[in-house]
Protein backbone atom coordinates (compact mmCIF):
# COMPACT_ATOMS: atom_id res chain seq x y z
CA UNK A 1 0.00 0.00 0.00
CA UNK A 2 1.45 3.38 -1.23
CA UNK A 3 1.82 6.17 1.94
CA UNK A 4 4.24 7.87 3.60
CA UNK A 5 6.61 7.00 6.42
CA UNK A 6 7.54 9.34 9.11
CA UNK A 7 10.54 8.84 11.24
CA UNK A 8 11.38 10.37 14.12
CA UNK A 9 13.47 13.81 14.26
CA UNK A 10 17.47 13.46 15.31
CA UNK A 11 18.89 16.80 16.00
CA UNK A 12 22.31 15.10 15.37
CA UNK A 13 21.56 14.14 11.90
CA UNK A 14 19.98 17.22 10.82
CA UNK A 15 21.66 20.84 10.50
CA UNK A 16 25.04 21.99 11.16
CA UNK A 17 28.44 20.40 11.75
CA UNK A 18 29.70 19.88 15.16
CA UNK A 19 32.51 22.00 14.18
CA UNK A 20 30.15 25.16 13.10
CA UNK A 21 27.87 24.68 16.17
CA UNK A 22 30.57 25.16 18.41
CA UNK A 23 32.00 28.08 16.00
CA UNK A 24 28.67 29.43 17.31
CA UNK A 25 29.51 29.33 20.75
CA UNK A 26 33.40 30.39 20.51
CA UNK A 27 32.90 33.56 18.49
CA UNK A 28 30.12 34.90 21.08
CA UNK A 29 32.56 33.97 23.93
CA UNK A 30 35.21 35.75 22.35
CA UNK A 31 33.40 39.18 22.63
CA UNK A 32 32.94 38.37 25.86
CA UNK A 33 36.58 38.00 26.71
CA UNK A 34 37.26 40.90 24.51
CA UNK A 35 39.26 38.80 21.89
CA UNK A 36 40.83 36.43 23.96
CA UNK A 37 41.57 33.48 22.97
CA UNK A 38 42.77 31.27 25.48
CA UNK A 39 39.86 32.33 28.14
CA UNK A 40 36.77 31.75 25.19
CA UNK A 41 38.85 28.29 25.34
CA UNK A 42 38.73 27.71 28.99
CA UNK A 43 35.00 29.02 28.80
CA UNK A 44 34.33 26.39 26.51
CA UNK A 45 35.43 23.23 28.49
CA UNK A 46 33.68 24.80 31.53
CA UNK A 47 30.40 24.77 29.03
CA UNK A 48 31.36 21.75 27.54
CA UNK A 49 31.83 19.77 30.79
CA UNK A 50 28.30 21.17 31.92
CA UNK A 51 25.92 20.80 28.62
CA UNK A 52 28.04 18.02 26.77
CA UNK A 53 28.45 19.91 23.65
CA UNK A 54 31.07 17.39 22.43
CA UNK A 55 30.84 13.76 22.35
CA UNK A 56 33.60 11.30 21.46
CA UNK A 57 33.71 11.07 18.15
CA UNK A 58 34.52 14.76 18.06
CA UNK A 59 36.31 16.69 21.02
CA UNK A 60 37.46 20.72 22.14
CA UNK A 61 41.09 19.09 20.79
CA UNK A 62 39.31 18.48 17.35
CA UNK A 63 37.74 22.30 17.73
CA UNK A 64 41.20 23.71 18.19
CA UNK A 65 42.92 21.89 15.41
CA UNK A 66 39.89 22.69 12.60
CA UNK A 67 40.24 26.28 14.18
CA UNK A 68 43.91 26.22 13.37
CA UNK A 69 43.84 24.57 10.19
CA UNK A 70 41.04 26.20 8.90
CA UNK A 71 42.52 29.79 9.51
CA UNK A 72 40.71 31.07 12.39
CA UNK A 73 42.98 31.50 15.08
CA UNK A 74 47.07 31.44 14.51
CA UNK A 75 49.81 30.67 17.24
CA UNK A 76 52.59 32.48 18.27
CA UNK A 77 54.95 29.64 19.57
CA UNK A 78 57.92 32.14 20.38
CA UNK A 79 55.53 34.32 22.66
CA UNK A 80 52.87 31.04 23.61
CA UNK A 81 50.13 33.24 22.39
CA UNK A 82 47.06 32.37 20.14
CA UNK A 83 45.40 34.91 18.60
CA UNK A 84 42.36 35.46 16.59
CA UNK A 85 43.06 36.28 12.69
CA UNK A 86 40.76 38.59 10.30
CA UNK A 87 38.41 36.14 9.24
CA UNK A 88 37.69 35.38 12.68
CA UNK A 89 37.00 39.23 13.29
CA UNK A 90 34.62 39.47 10.29
CA UNK A 91 32.95 35.91 11.76
CA UNK A 92 32.33 37.79 15.06
CA UNK A 93 30.97 41.02 13.03
CA UNK A 94 28.73 38.44 10.98
CA UNK A 95 27.59 36.95 13.78
CA UNK A 96 26.03 39.87 15.72
CA UNK A 97 24.42 41.02 12.47
CA UNK A 98 22.60 37.65 12.27
CA UNK A 99 21.79 38.22 16.30
CA UNK A 100 20.62 41.93 15.78
CA UNK A 101 19.30 42.48 12.50
CA UNK A 102 18.17 38.73 11.80
CA UNK A 103 15.88 39.30 14.98
CA UNK A 104 14.84 42.71 13.83
CA UNK A 105 14.00 41.53 10.23
CA UNK A 106 11.67 39.22 11.24
CA UNK A 107 9.89 41.02 14.33
CA UNK A 108 7.20 43.56 14.01
CA UNK A 109 9.56 46.21 15.19
CA UNK A 110 10.09 48.94 12.15
CA UNK A 111 9.14 49.45 8.68
CA UNK A 112 12.06 49.30 6.15
CA UNK A 113 9.81 50.03 3.26
CA UNK A 114 8.99 53.76 3.30
CA UNK A 115 11.00 54.74 0.10
CA UNK A 116 10.50 57.61 -2.54
CA UNK A 117 9.60 56.22 -5.79
CA UNK A 118 11.81 56.86 -8.66
CA UNK A 119 15.47 55.54 -10.55
CA UNK A 120 16.91 54.58 -7.31
CA UNK A 121 18.77 51.56 -5.55
CA UNK A 122 15.89 49.10 -4.36
CA UNK A 123 13.05 47.63 -6.72
CA UNK A 124 10.05 48.50 -5.50
CA UNK A 125 7.04 45.85 -5.60
CA UNK A 126 4.79 48.35 -7.05
CA UNK A 127 4.20 48.57 -11.06
CA UNK A 128 2.48 51.55 -13.13
CA UNK A 129 2.09 52.14 -16.50
CA UNK A 130 4.47 53.29 -19.05
CA UNK A 131 5.20 56.88 -19.84
CA UNK A 132 7.18 58.52 -22.14
CA UNK A 133 10.50 59.19 -20.86
CA UNK A 134 10.60 55.57 -19.09
CA UNK A 135 13.94 53.96 -19.58
CA UNK A 136 14.20 50.48 -21.00
CA UNK A 137 15.92 48.89 -18.08
CA UNK A 138 12.60 50.19 -16.05
CA UNK A 139 10.33 47.82 -17.80
CA UNK A 140 8.98 44.68 -16.27
CA UNK A 141 8.53 42.55 -19.14
CA UNK A 142 6.88 39.58 -17.22
CA UNK A 143 4.35 42.21 -16.15
CA UNK A 144 4.18 43.59 -19.73
CA UNK A 145 3.74 40.48 -21.21
CA UNK A 146 0.79 39.24 -19.33
CA UNK A 147 -1.04 42.51 -19.39
CA UNK A 148 -0.66 41.94 -23.36
CA UNK A 149 -2.19 38.29 -23.21
CA UNK A 150 -5.04 39.89 -21.62
CA UNK A 151 -5.95 43.01 -23.62
CA UNK A 152 -5.03 40.73 -27.15
CA UNK A 153 -5.14 36.79 -26.29
CA UNK A 154 -2.73 34.56 -26.95
CA UNK A 155 -3.41 33.78 -30.31
CA UNK A 156 -2.93 37.13 -32.07
CA UNK A 157 0.23 37.78 -29.86
CA UNK A 158 1.24 41.40 -29.93
CA UNK A 159 2.92 43.96 -27.50
CA UNK A 160 1.66 47.70 -27.64
CA UNK A 161 3.15 50.37 -25.32
CA UNK A 162 0.08 50.11 -23.60
CA UNK A 163 0.91 47.08 -22.51
CA UNK A 164 3.93 47.99 -21.05
CA UNK A 165 4.61 48.72 -17.00
CA UNK A 166 6.99 49.89 -15.32
CA UNK A 167 8.66 48.67 -12.16
CA UNK A 168 9.78 51.41 -9.91
CA UNK A 169 13.02 51.43 -7.96
CA UNK A 170 13.37 52.87 -4.03
CA UNK A 171 15.90 56.41 -3.85
CA UNK A 172 18.61 55.29 -0.69
CA UNK A 173 20.56 57.87 0.62
CA UNK A 174 23.99 58.24 1.43
CA UNK A 175 24.59 58.69 4.67
CA UNK A 176 27.87 59.34 7.30
CA UNK A 177 27.49 57.98 11.32
CA UNK A 178 29.56 58.33 14.00
CA UNK A 179 28.67 55.88 16.57
CA UNK A 180 30.07 56.84 20.25
CA UNK A 181 30.35 54.28 22.96
CA UNK A 182 31.29 54.70 26.23
CA UNK A 183 33.86 53.16 27.45
CA UNK A 184 33.81 54.36 31.09
CA UNK A 185 34.24 52.46 34.11
CA UNK A 186 30.34 52.57 34.84
CA UNK A 187 29.81 50.44 31.89
CA UNK A 188 30.60 47.38 33.85
CA UNK A 189 29.63 48.51 37.26
CA UNK A 190 26.54 47.20 39.62
CA UNK A 191 27.24 43.66 38.26
CA UNK A 192 25.63 44.23 35.06
CA UNK A 193 27.88 43.86 31.36
CA UNK A 194 26.85 46.93 29.33
CA UNK A 195 29.93 47.36 27.29
CA UNK A 196 29.12 43.70 24.95
CA UNK A 197 26.08 44.39 23.75
CA UNK A 198 27.26 48.29 22.79
CA UNK A 199 30.07 46.03 21.60
CA UNK A 200 27.77 43.71 19.55
CA UNK A 201 25.68 46.62 18.07
CA UNK A 202 29.03 48.27 16.88
CA UNK A 203 30.22 45.35 14.73
CA UNK A 204 27.07 44.36 13.62
CA UNK A 205 26.45 48.19 12.27
CA UNK A 206 29.96 47.96 10.86
CA UNK A 207 29.32 44.87 9.28
CA UNK A 208 25.33 46.12 7.52
CA UNK A 209 26.92 49.23 6.12
CA UNK A 210 29.85 47.44 4.67
CA UNK A 211 28.31 44.97 3.42
CA UNK A 212 24.76 46.56 1.78
CA UNK A 213 25.41 49.85 1.97
CA UNK A 214 29.39 50.38 0.75
CA UNK A 215 28.73 53.90 -0.22
CA UNK A 216 28.03 54.93 3.36
CA UNK A 217 30.68 55.85 6.12
CA UNK A 218 30.69 54.30 9.41
CA UNK A 219 32.85 56.02 11.99
CA UNK A 220 33.48 54.31 15.58
CA UNK A 221 34.84 56.67 18.41
CA UNK A 222 34.67 55.48 22.12
CA UNK A 223 34.94 57.75 24.74
CA UNK A 224 36.14 57.90 28.38
CA UNK A 225 38.32 60.47 30.03
CA UNK A 226 39.59 61.16 26.39
CA UNK A 227 37.79 60.16 22.66
CA UNK A 228 40.20 58.60 20.20
CA UNK A 229 38.75 56.00 17.10
CA UNK A 230 38.48 52.50 16.85
CA UNK A 231 38.87 50.93 13.39
CA UNK A 232 36.68 48.31 12.64
CA UNK A 233 38.84 45.40 12.89
CA UNK A 234 39.67 46.10 16.32
CA UNK A 235 35.67 46.23 17.83
CA UNK A 236 36.08 42.57 19.19
CA UNK A 237 39.23 43.97 21.78
CA UNK A 238 37.24 46.83 23.27
CA UNK A 239 37.23 47.22 27.19
CA UNK A 240 35.83 49.38 29.36
CA UNK A 241 38.38 51.36 31.10
CA UNK A 242 39.37 53.19 34.89
CA UNK A 243 37.94 56.42 33.08
CA UNK A 244 34.85 59.17 33.67
CA UNK A 245 33.04 59.85 31.30
CA UNK A 246 34.18 62.98 28.68
CA UNK A 247 30.83 63.50 26.19
CA UNK A 248 32.82 66.57 25.43
CA UNK A 249 35.53 65.10 23.95
CA UNK A 250 33.73 62.18 22.27
CA UNK A 251 31.55 65.21 20.22
CA UNK A 252 34.21 66.83 19.04
CA UNK A 253 36.08 64.11 17.48
CA UNK A 254 32.60 63.07 15.98
CA UNK A 255 31.95 66.34 14.57
CA UNK A 256 35.53 66.51 13.83
CA UNK A 257 34.91 63.69 11.61
CA UNK A 258 31.79 64.41 10.03
CA UNK A 259 33.31 67.53 8.45
CA UNK A 260 35.37 65.80 6.29
CA UNK A 261 32.78 63.65 5.10
CA UNK A 262 30.94 64.51 1.67
CA UNK A 263 27.62 62.65 2.14
CA UNK A 264 24.60 64.70 2.39
CA UNK A 265 23.45 63.22 5.96
CA UNK A 266 25.68 63.60 8.54
CA UNK A 267 24.25 61.60 12.20
CA UNK A 268 25.68 61.03 15.23
CA UNK A 269 24.59 57.73 17.28
CA UNK A 270 25.93 57.61 21.29
CA UNK A 271 25.32 54.60 23.32
CA UNK A 272 25.78 55.95 27.20
CA UNK A 273 24.69 54.67 30.41
CA UNK A 274 25.60 57.79 32.62
CA UNK A 275 26.27 61.35 32.46
CA UNK A 276 28.90 63.73 31.43
CA UNK A 277 31.45 64.02 34.40
CA UNK A 278 34.63 65.07 33.09
CA UNK A 279 36.51 68.15 30.55
CA UNK A 280 39.68 68.36 29.11
CA UNK A 281 40.74 72.13 29.89
CA UNK A 282 44.36 71.90 28.29
CA UNK A 283 46.30 69.23 29.75
CA UNK A 284 44.29 69.27 33.19
CA UNK A 285 41.03 66.79 33.77
CA UNK A 286 38.08 68.78 35.12
CA UNK A 287 36.15 65.87 36.70
CA UNK A 288 33.07 65.60 38.77
CA UNK A 289 31.15 62.39 39.58
CA UNK A 290 28.44 63.52 42.02
CA UNK A 291 25.72 64.82 40.33
CA UNK A 292 25.51 67.21 37.06
CA UNK A 293 27.92 69.80 36.93
CA UNK A 294 26.55 72.66 34.98
CA UNK A 295 30.24 73.46 33.53
CA UNK A 296 30.21 69.84 32.18
CA UNK A 297 26.71 70.12 30.72
CA UNK A 298 26.53 73.52 29.30
CA UNK A 299 29.72 72.67 27.39
CA UNK A 300 27.68 69.06 25.92
CA UNK A 301 24.26 71.89 25.20
CA UNK A 302 26.72 74.23 23.19
CA UNK A 303 27.90 71.06 20.83
CA UNK A 304 24.03 70.08 20.42
CA UNK A 305 23.71 73.39 19.12
CA UNK A 306 26.66 73.59 16.93
CA UNK A 307 25.40 69.93 15.54
CA UNK A 308 22.00 71.17 14.98
CA UNK A 309 23.50 74.11 13.17
CA UNK A 310 25.84 71.93 10.79
CA UNK A 311 22.85 69.85 10.28
CA UNK A 312 24.39 66.40 12.23
CA UNK A 313 21.54 64.84 13.72
CA UNK A 314 22.35 63.34 17.38
CA UNK A 315 20.35 59.63 18.61
CA UNK A 316 21.31 59.21 21.92
CA UNK A 317 20.86 56.11 23.56
CA UNK A 318 20.83 56.28 27.11
CA UNK A 319 21.33 52.96 29.06
CA UNK A 320 20.04 54.18 32.73
CA UNK A 321 16.51 55.06 34.04
CA UNK A 322 17.84 57.74 36.71
CA UNK A 323 15.21 60.72 35.83
CA UNK A 324 17.59 63.36 36.44
CA UNK A 325 19.74 61.89 33.58
CA UNK A 326 16.21 61.36 32.11
CA UNK A 327 16.15 65.13 31.97
CA UNK A 328 19.59 65.87 31.20
CA UNK A 329 18.91 63.47 27.62
CA UNK A 330 15.52 65.52 27.19
CA UNK A 331 17.51 68.69 27.65
CA UNK A 332 20.38 67.79 25.20
CA UNK A 333 18.30 66.24 22.30
CA UNK A 334 15.62 69.34 22.76
CA UNK A 335 18.99 71.60 22.03
CA UNK A 336 20.09 69.71 18.45
CA UNK A 337 16.55 68.79 17.68
CA UNK A 338 17.44 65.32 17.27
CA UNK A 339 16.30 62.48 19.07
CA UNK A 340 16.71 60.05 22.34
CA UNK A 341 15.60 56.44 23.27
CA UNK A 342 16.01 55.26 26.77
CA UNK A 343 16.67 51.15 25.91
CA UNK A 344 17.72 48.48 28.16
CA UNK A 345 20.29 46.27 27.03
CA UNK A 346 17.85 43.54 25.19
CA UNK A 347 16.15 46.18 22.63
CA UNK A 348 19.38 48.57 22.24
CA UNK A 349 20.13 46.82 18.43
CA UNK A 350 16.64 46.97 17.64
CA UNK A 351 15.72 50.91 18.71
CA UNK A 352 19.30 51.86 16.75
CA UNK A 353 18.96 49.83 13.42
CA UNK A 354 14.89 50.69 13.83
CA UNK A 355 16.75 54.30 13.77
CA UNK A 356 18.98 54.30 10.76
CA UNK A 357 16.80 52.27 8.74
CA UNK A 358 14.25 54.96 8.85
CA UNK A 359 17.29 57.99 8.24
CA UNK A 360 18.06 56.12 5.45
CA UNK A 361 14.71 55.90 3.18
CA UNK A 362 13.45 59.37 4.30
CA UNK A 363 15.80 61.78 3.59
CA UNK A 364 15.69 61.93 -0.43
CA UNK A 365 18.26 64.46 -1.82
Known sequence: MRGFHFSKFDPNLQGKSPFDKLLDVFLQLLTYTSGDVAEALQWLNHLDKEYQLTDD???IGDFIEDLKEKGYITEDPQRGEIRITPKTEQGIRKKSLEEIFGKLRKGSKGDHRTFKPGQGDEINPETRPF?????????????SIRNAQINHGIESFMLREDDLSIRETDFKTQTSTVLMIDISHSMILYGED??????????ALSELITTRYPKDTLDIVVFGNDAWPVAIKDLPYLQVGPYHTNTVAGLELAMDILRR???????IFMITDGKPTCLKIGNRYYKNAFGLDRKVVNRCLNLAAQCKKNKITITTFMIATDPYLQRFVHEFTEMNNGKAYFASLDNLGSFIFKDFERGKSKNVF
Open 194 to 203: RITPAKKVAM
Open 131 to 143: QFGDMLEQIDFTE
Open 57 to 59: EYG
Open 261 to 267: RKNPNKQ
